[in-house]
């Protein structure tokens, strides 16, 4: 069973830069696709960014140009690198397995002066 463990979340001001982490244990990382979720208060969880297992991206358009998904499969770790923040990023961050359907715990973000 793979284990999802999300950080680097924070309180950052509109503008700032954050970058998470998402660390995977449990071997099945390099054969997954994986991806970022987020949830903000009262809305729905939303698809933020996916990367294949060999590296494709893609992103939702609202963080187009301004966030940035990687991953290291020799660490097991993917990251999203989130630039030009708005205080509408604010939101729970989820570190989620495509393939299997796993799942973090999450990390907040907030973005706020």
């Known amino acids: 069973q793979a284990h999802l463990v999300e950080s680097g979340g924070g309180l950052v001001q509109p503008g700032g830069s954050l970058r998470l982490s998402c660390a995977a244990s449990g071997g099945i990382f390099k054969f997954s696709a994986m991806a970022w979720y987020r949830q903000a208060p009262g809305k729905e969880r939303e698809l933020v960014a996916r990367?294949?297992?060999?590296?494709?991206?893609n992103y939702a358009d609202s963080v187009k140009g301004r966030f940035t998904i990687s991953r290291d499969n020799a660490k097991t770790t993917m990251y999203l690198q989130m630039n030009s923040l708005k205080p509408e990023d604010t939101a729970v961050y989820y570190c989620?397995?495509?393939?299997?359907?796993?799942w973090g715990q999450g990390t907040q973000v907030t973005v706020s002066s």
């Open positions: 989620n397995n495509q393939d299997y359907g796993y």
């Open positions: 990367i294949t297992k060999i590296g494709g991206t």
